[in-house]
Nanobody, 119 residues
Framework: QVQLVESGGGLVQPGGSLRLSCAAS????????MGWYRQAPGKQRELVAV???????RYGGSVKGRFTISRDNTKNTVYLQMNSLSPEDTADYYCNAVVTSAGTNEYYWGKGTRITVSS
């Protein structure tokens, strides 16, 4: 089992920055990848950024060049640095962890943190 707790959401003006944190606990050594997804009102959940084992990263097209995912293994925490935010980035942001066991992927989710980009 893996538990994920997000923090860092809130209200920010267009053009501003925020950093999200996701603290993992539980079976941390079994995590293969961690990342962030978001879901805007009336839309499907979409990939924001994923950090796989090692240093492999992948970003959603709309955030490339603006968002950066990173991790601190000493704190079991993954971060999402978000710059040049726009109203289109308004959404609930969810932390995700993937655990592979016996050839099967298990997906864990945090409860989410809301980001509102508005003047």
């Amino acid at each position: 089992q893996v538990q994920l707790v997000e923090s860092g959401g809130g209200l920010v003006q267009p053009g501003g920055s925020l950093r999200l944190s996701c603290a993992a606990s539980g079976s941390i050594s079994s995590i293969n990848a961690m990342g962030w997804y978001r879901q805007a009102p009336g839309k499907q959940r979409e990939l924001v950024a994923v950090l796989s084992s090692g240093t492999s990263t992948r970003y959603g097209g709309s955030v490339k060049g603006r968002f950066t995912i990173s991790r601190d293994n000493t704190k079991n925490t993954v971060y999402l640095q978000m710059n040049s935010l726009s109203p289109e980035d308004t959404a609930d942001y969810y932390c995700n962890a993937v655990v592979t066991s016996a050839g099967t992927n298990e997906y864990y989710w945090g409860k989410g943190t809301r980001i509102t980009v508005s003047s």
